[in-house]
């Protein structure tokens, strides 16, 4: 039901749902300085190198979907995806639940009544809020953080309890996909161990 909430909300303001392969390159682990390589969950016989781990981000295949679209001249992105991360762990493979958004470019498509304003820190937040209170959430703490991949963002929490990540995407992360310009992101996961 939330995941329907969600979608509903999103889809009806321009966004796309994005929906990707869980494999993903062993390289792109060390572009994340927070992720470990060693927590790569490895595939025995790999069709191909480019898809020879499970994704311990849904960020790799979500900047792969910006690099696409704008290698092919679509440089406004509104996308959302509902995934799940692995990672593996002496107690051994834990499993996450997550939801991402991706924005990059202009908000809304070019038009005479409309004007050209770009995805920037105001937008993605005013997304995340929007999602928050349409699920009755309140009483929210944040925090600026500077990690898994963000250069400036902020981190939601409701008491101890890490609801969302959200803010501007590292240029140099952005750059080792080919994604030239701004891109701005939010994530929620929810843990659980799973035997995979």
């Not at 295949?61 to 002496?90: C, M, P, V």
Request: aromatic fraction near 8%; include cysteine.
């Amino acid at each position: 039901d939330v995941r329907n909430i969600i979608s509903d909300l999103l889809s009806s303001t321009g966004f796309n749902e994005a929906m990707n392969n869980s494999l993903t390159k062993g390289k792109y682990t060390s572009l994340i300085s927070e992720l470990d390589i060693a927590q790569n969950v490895k595939i025995l016989n790999p069709l191909s190198q480019d898809l020879n781990v499970m994704r311990q981000s849904l960020l790799f295949s979500g900047l792969e979907n910006i690099a696409y679209n704008q290698n092919r001249k679509n440089a406004d992105i509104k996308f959302y995806e509902f995934g799940k991360t692995y990672h593996k762990t002496e107690e051994g493979n834990l499993e996450n639940q997550h939801l991402q958004i991706l924005v990059s470019g202009r908000v809304q498509a070019e038009n005479w009544n409309t004007n050209a304003d770009k995805a920037d820190f105001y937008f993605i937040k005013e997304k995340v809020e929007h999602i928050l209170s349409r699920l009755g959430v309140t009483k929210i703490k944040s925090e600026a953080i500077n990690t898994h991949g963000f250069t400036k963002g902020l981190m939601c929490k409701f008491g101890k309890k890490r609801l969302v990540c959200f803010g501007k995407l590292d240029k140099k992360l952005c750059k080792s996909f080919g994604v030239k310009q701004a891109v701005y992101a939010a994530d929620r996961s929810e843990e659980h161990t799973s035997e995979l």
